[in-house]
């Protein structure tokens, strides 16, 4: 089973900045695009960015010009930098990863807090 690993969650100040990383236990092939959800207490959990296979971003209007996606030089491998941090961005943030190989899959990662102290 292909598992995805997040890092680079912790506790921030607001204004700080934080960079998540995701890498999957193994190949994936057929990706047709990777991202990042995350879901706050109480709430339901929301897209954050998407980034398909050719390049092309997706992000939730809260947090448009301060977070960027990318895809790393390793394969199956996608980041988040988070600048300009608020504190209603704090959540368990989850990498995601869907495409089609012999049949369609979406994996999730377990998550990685992000806590942002005003």
């Known amino acids: 089973q292909v598992q995805l690993v997040e890092s680079g969650g912790g506790l921030v100040q607001a204004g700080g900045s934080l960079r998540l990383s995701c890498a999957a236990s193994?190949?994936?092939?057929?990706?047709?695009?990777m991202g990042w959800y995350r879901q706050a207490p109480g709430k339901q959990r929301e897209l954050v960015a998407t980034?398909?296979?050719?390049?092309?971003?997706n992000y939730a209007d809260s947090v448009k010009g301060r977070f960027t996606i990318s895809r790393g030089n390793a394969k199956n491998t996608v980041y988040l930098q988070m600048n300009s941090l608020k504190p209603e961005d704090t959540a368990v943030y989850y990498c995601?990863?869907?495409?089609?190989?012999?049949?369609?899959?979406?994996?999730w990662g377990q998550g990685t807090q992000v806590t942002v102290s005003s």
């Open positions: 995601n990863a869907e495409g089609s190989y012999s049949r369609p899959y979406i994996y």
């Open positions: 193994r190949s994936i092939f057929n990706v047709n695009a």
């Open positions: 980034i398909t296979s050719g390049g092309i971003t």
